[in-house]
């Protein structure tokens, strides 16, 4: 059955149409044309003949010869019989002459036709009448007509078989074929037959599709083959990405478990009594620890964005507090290169949303941390913004958090590939900034996933500042009542002067105390405030409060306050000293005349609590204002044997200042002189300026790296412009021909970092010069007690009151000897009643037989699992009937599904080895004590 679609109905029904469109051309337009032009022709002939006619009556009409005149009309009739029926002669007045017996007209129909002639001498003198019938000539030119359009249609239909015939068979048959032929190549049939090869346009087709087919049969194959090595390809990546997540998570466990005893027993260390030096070196220590897990968490989450197993955990939260929280931690790192941190939570921003506080504490850690890494001067300055989303149907918010520096910038051609992994502003060797270029790549994944987007906005040295937004609802969690809240009412319509260097924190406070409704003024020099002190009291409208930083060049804060403090004229204002040193006493800002002190980063609702309650003890009605609280440890001093030098000169160039401070105390304990320089053009500097006995070399300094620096000292000392001096690098790169680059640039010896105390040591003897080493000596244990200098002891401080667990039963489960002597520090030095067991399966047992408030649960043990364990502690719980005991996991599995896991088991909460006092006191705070207020 042919389909409408055939190509042979596509030629033939045009065919057709063209003969019908003909025969109906010939029978309904022309035809009929060629019937009127031919009774035209017809009328004009008659016409022709009857005025012939006439002219031959005129002389017969005037001789009156009527006989003559019959002769001549019948004999034209008899001529054009039988087309003529009659015809009719009348002289001038009307009479008939012809014929005789007079006849009515016929009336004129289709065929039937009347033609008038007048007969004419001079004058008119008759006329002549022809009747005649056209229906002969029609039906004769009808049939002649009709005999030709049928040839014509004859003659058509057989030049449309012929033309059909050849279209079919050197045409529409082999491409028929050829469709047939591709429909079933596109099925996979690469051998179905073709149609035979021509010499012709047709053939040149075959030949083409021939050749398409045969490529197409090879690609195919070619193509089975690709995908049978992809699919290989696809499960041996699979695989390998399987082998590589279960690689670093279990990486990330078995390092963890170490971090756990470094961190662990640095903090018990700093829970003993330590002398200054002690106290920092233990410090550097955590600061060391710290970076190596932030290190290990960086790539543990690229790990799982990479595998797609990256999930956000959103709960209901207080944003600000949070964002507090992360402020707080970063200032000490920003107090030490003399930076100050900020935070500017917008009034009309909600506070109360439900996020991942984990997550979004970690793009802004990682934001602020770099920044305080790029910044040397200035300031850090964190924006909090929302905009409520206007598409009909969305509750949420749109949160915008900037990070504002005034570091060195980002150059236009870095900024557009910051945010891809392993990405780093500088990648030299001379390289100023460590990091590994994965946090902003982290960054950009989780805001992604938080339905925001990050951005970057710097100029070379003016500062950047980073943005991101991010999608959350708003939440109805309450906020828990702070001790610091108070009824700011009592501030409003009075007056602040607000003194501080830097404009952007006065900024930020005036905006606070203006939402307060105070008038504010702001100044950033002790000067300054003093003449506006002057204005202020000419126009008899003294400040209510002054609040003045503590670190101001020229005048600092606490002069400043001494200044006011002796002006008998200034009474009734209340001086707050404002400083990010928050160690600093009581005693010491009343001394200078305050009434109350605020450390920064400055809290609104701090700030808030310390302007009500000052002004309330300037008003007698409180007692005192305690903003204040230092913890002071004192320390024995000790000194141990030790190998020592006779006062060896070092050149130190290093600029890592972690690694400045470990070297510096290695050498100045093996009784060095230190000459500290911070890149190679400083130590080439001081070498060709000093007389030293050795330097140590750093490879990857800025401005100048070790090489360069190593390669000119040498020219000087080849060149006699000093003296010999033995060069040995110190440095991280410990690749094969590392070291052999290091001699090539003219150094002696390499040591690798980290560096082993002993391979110093044992440099130090190997290439100083004689005078330095001939005093090396081993004196005897000399135990001695000094004076115990004040020294800040963190650990004791993040302590606080530990007499509220006095007296709380913790089970430790764990296999781990390390982990549990950490353990054990801790909750002992917290005061709870601690009892042990090394595997799930003595933990049931001892659970069983004593008894305990919280049960610290490792999940990775020998006989038994925690996870086994717990099950078996909760089901004892539910069958004796006992109130529940929380059981929580402290483990280095750290991945989601872990939580999971802990979860199903039975276990209460999650907490992530390595385990710190801090986070043993929310547990203790989270489970014990508030389950007994509750």
């Known amino acids: 059955m042919v389909k409408f679609t055939s190509i042979y109905l596509k030629v033939f029904i045009p065919i057709i149409l063209v003969l019908l469109s003909l025969i109906s051309y010939a029978n309904f337009i022309w035809l009929p044309n060629i019937i009127s032009y031919t009774n035209a022709q017809l009328q004009k002939q008659n016409t022709q003949i009857l005025k012939g006619m006439s002219e031959g009556l005129v002389p017969l009409m005037l001789s009156g010869n009527l006989s003559d005149i019959y002769d001549n009309i019948e004999l034209v009739l008899s001529d054009n019989s039988p087309q003529w029926k009659t015809v009719y002669l009348n002289d001038k007045v009307g009479n008939s002459l012809y014929p005789i017996d007079t006849v009515p007209l016929p009336v004129e129909t289709l ?19 022809l009747v005649y019938d056209s229906s002969y000539d029609r039906e004769k030119f009808t049939r002649e007509s009709q005999n030709f359009v049928t040839t014509l249609l004859i003659s058509v239909l057989l030049t449309a078989a012929v033309i059909a015939y050849v279209l079919t068979f050197f045409v529409l048959h082999p491409v028929k074929g050829l469709s047939q032929a591709s429909k079933r190549l596109a099925e996979g049939d690469y051998d179905y037959p073709l149609p035979k090869s ?3 346009e047709i053939g040149t087709l075959l030949t083409s599709f021939r050749d398409m087919r045969d490529k197409a049969f090879l690609s195919k194959q070619q193509l089975l083959d690709n995908n049978r090595e992809l699919v290989l390809a696809k499960e041996r990546a699979e695989e390998n990405n399987r082998l590589k997540s279960e690689f670093i998570a279990n990486m990330s466990h078995e390092i963890r478990t170490p971090m756990n005893g470094i961190f662990g027993m640095a903090q018990l260390i700093m829970l003993t009594d330590l002398d200054e030096t002690q106290a920092s070196y233990i410090n550097t220590l955590m600061i060391s620890a710290d970076s190596l897990l932030v290190l290990i968490d960086d790539v543990l989450d690229f790990s799982k964005i990479e595998a797609g197993k990256m999930e956000l955990a959103p709960v209901a939260m207080n944003l600000e507090a949070m964002i507090e929280e992360v402020t707080d931690l970063l200032a000490l790192k920003a107090q030490e290169k003399n930076l100050e941190v900020l935070m500017k939570y917008s009034f009309d921003t909600p506070k109360c949303v439900v996020g991942d506080p984990g997550r979004i504490k970690q793009i802004i850690t990682n934001l602020v941390g770099n920044a305080i890494k790029f910044t040397e001067e200035g300031y850090i300055i964190i924006v909090v913004e929302s905009e409520r989303l206007s598409e009909p149907g969305s509750s949420k918010t749109r949160f915008k958090i900037s990070v504002q520096d005034t570091g060195i910038g980002i150059p236009d051609e870095i900024q557009k590939t910051i945010f891809e992994k392993f990405s780093q502003a500088d ?27 990050i951005s970057v906005t710097s100029v070379a040295g003016q500062g950047a500042t980073f943005t991101f937004t991010m999608l959350l609802d708003e ?16 501030l409003k319509g009075l007056t602040a002067l607000v003194v501080d260097d830097l404009d952007v924190t006065g900024m930020v406070i005036s905006e606070w105390l203006n939402d307060l409704g105070m008038e504010c003024k702001t100044c950033n020099s002790a000067i300054e405030a003093l003449v506006l002190f002057g204005d202020a009291r000419a126009a008899n409208r003294p400040y209510d409060f002054c609040l003045i930083d503590y670190m101001m060049p020229d005048i600092t804060g606490d002069t400043l306050g001494k200044i006011f403090a002796h002006d008998d004229t200034i009474e009734d204002t209340v001086f707050i000293l404002m400083s990010a040193f928050n160690d600093i006493e009581k005693r010491e800002f009343e001394s200078a005349g305050f009434t109350a002190f605020l450390a920064k980063p400055i809290k609104r609702h ?42 060896a000169k070092v050149l130190l160039a290093e600029d890592n200042r972690i690694n400045q401070k470990f070297l510096t105390g290695a050498l100045q304990g093996l009784n060095c002189e230190i000459t500290l320089a911070n890149n190679g053009q400083e130590a080439v500097d001081h070498a060709l300026n000093g007389n030293f006995d050795i330097i140590l070399m750093d490879c990857q300094m800025p401005i100048m790296d070790g090489y360069v620096a190593a390669a000119n000292i040498r020219d000087a000392i080849n060149e006699g412009r000093i003296k010999d001096m033995p060069i040995v690098a110190v440095t991280a790169n410990a690749m094969a021909g590392d070291k052999e680059k290091c001699l090539e640039a003219g150094m002696q010896d390499y040591i690798a970092k980290p560096v082993v105390r002993d391979k110093l040591i044992e440099a130090l003897q190997k290439w100083l010069p004689e005078h330095a080493r001939k005093e090396l000596m081993r004196p005897a244990v000399v135990e001695e007690t000094q004076a115990k200098p004040e020294i800040d002891n963190p650990s004791k401080s993040e302590q606080g009151d530990v007499s509220i667990y006095q007296g709380i039963r913790v089970l430790v489960i764990e296999d781990n000897k390390v982990n549990m002597q950490v353990a054990l520090g801790i909750l002992k030095s917290l005061g709870c009643v601690v009892e042990t067991a090394l595997n799930g399966e003595q933990g049931v047992e001892q659970f069983m037989k004593i008894g305990c408030d919280i049960v610290l649960m490792d999940c990775q043990m020998p006989i038994m699992s925690g996870y086994e364990a717990t099950v078996q502690i909760k089901n004892h719980i539910s069958r004796m009937g006992l109130n529940n005991v929380p059981v929580i996991a402290l483990t280095a599995n750290i991945h989601k599904e872990d939580q999971e896991k802990c979860k199903v088991s039975g276990m209460d909460d999650f907490y992530a080895k390595p385990v710190r006092i801090k986070s043993m006191q929310e547990i203790l705070d989270k489970w014990v004590l508030g389950k007994a207020r509750h």
């Open 111 to 129: 065929d039937i036709h009347v033609l008038r002639q007048p007969v004419r001498a001079l004058d008119l003198i008759g006329e002549l009448i």
């Open 475 to 490: 939440s109805d969690m309450v906020i828990p009542n702070r001790k610091k809240e108070c009824d700011v009412s009592v």
């Open 198 to 200: 021509r010499k012709d």
């Open 606 to 647: 701090v700030m808030e609590y310390v302007l009500t309650e000052a002004l309330l003890q300037v008003n007698d009605q409180k007692e005192e204002v305690q903003t204040v609280d230092a913890y002071k440890a004192y320390t024995g001093l000790s000194k141990k044997s030790e190998t020592k030098f006779a006062k």
């Open 427 to 453: 990648a030299s060797t001379t390289k100023q900034y460590s990091g590994t270029g994965l946090g902003l790549a982290i960054c950009e994944q989780l805001t992604r996933m938080m339905g925001g987007e």
